[in-house]
């Protein structure tokens, strides 16, 4: 799967990227603001992102996150404030919180892989905070 | 017709009222030796004139008698009086009916008081009002301590106020500062387990990645306790159970073997946040010594207790498990990470071996 690492603090996003490659997945890029995440979706497609909630150009990361969900793109937020996602969760999975565990980022990580691949039978880990069900219209 | 002529007339008119009073009449004598300031006009004069007031009055205002008679009391109102209560007074006169107001007036230097002014119509046998009697009582006194009150209360109002403020904006400050060092707290323990990780997994010798991954483990305990300390509503606690379930879920799920099986018996238990770090490196420790022993090699049982029953906090860690070689170290440093945490919080422990069952048990008492 291709994904995609939104993270200001670069030794975080370089040992997320392996973790995530670990898990067998590709990190198809890297963003610190939300210009460059904008430019990593609309240039790679990513099928799946995590993002920080705050970036170097301040708490951008719900922007991100609302521009993945107009393009259908799943994603988690991760972050060390869950309060400062918006109650709807501008359409993420979930939220990683930060400072997660090694096991804890892993399990998450089995978790989405198995969702995505359409297998809805498995629980979400306690690392994995899930959004709110929404409403179907 | 001219002031003087006008002044003329009101004095005639006061002449004429004393010539119908002798002066043995008390009533006059009455009149004019009271201390109460006292005047009366004539309202069938043009404007109203005074035609007789009394020697309180002269003291009151500071006018003389001959500059009195002729006059609209009006000369005693001057700029800082509050218009509103010259027009009712106008309107009672006008109407012909009592009044009383009190009256912010002017004295002949200037001066001001607070004047308790009462106005009445004096009427004839056929009802005409013939004149008007007013009295006058100086109430500056009152009125000052009133004002005085009024500024007061305000004052204290905006010293109330501002304190308020200044407790908002230091809540503020310090709600701020709390967030800030939070962030920055998680932020640093997340790159300490980063700093650590990344050095494992560029580690080719197994007995450095493996040194590496149990620093790791021990780190995270703390990061998960920084983690759950500010998530709750109440931040200077922190529960325990709450923690155990999240770590042996986390611990086990990672290993990925189908044939453990967990089994969990825990009810909330609530610690000052000074004994969290302590409590979950023990937490750790008891849930990390079964791991070692078999269960990430073998599968098998773990049952997790946390509990409080009457008063005592009680932690048990129930394990089957087919036992592997332990590397002695490892099992050594675990050992003594235990019994320090144990020393810390002043907590016993009990160790029972049955056959392939290990029962740890850890007691301590909670402060209320």
Redesign the interface.
Known sequence: MKIMIVED?A??A??LE?EVEAAGHDVVGQAMSRDEAIGIIDKEQPEFAFVDV?LVDGPSGIDVGRHLAERGIPYVFVT???KRIPEDFVGAVGAI????????L??AL?YIGRRLRGDYGVRP???LVMAPARHSN | MTDSSARRDAEDAGRRLLAEHASEDPFAAAFKATRMPMIITDPRQHDNPIIFSNGAFSDLTGYPPEELTGRNCRFLQGPNTDPESVAKIRSAIDEQRDISVNILNYRKDGSTFWNALYISPVRDRNNEVIYFFASQLDVTDVKSKEVQLASAKQEAEAAVAQRTQDLVDALEAKTTLVHEVDHRVKNNLLTIASIVKLQARMSTDDTVRHTLRSVLNRVEALSTVQRKLFTSHDVGRFDVADFARELVVDIVSALKRDDIVITMDLSPVFVPAVKASPLALIVNELVGDPVRRGLSDGGGEIHLSVKQPNGHFVIEVRDTTEPVPVNSEEDDFGRLMLETCLRQVNAKLERTIEGRQTIVRVTLMVDN
């Open positions: 603090e030794l975080l370089l040992e392996a705050h060390g404030n869950l919180e930060k400072p997660y565990t090694m096991n804890g892993q399990n089995d880990p306690p690392s």
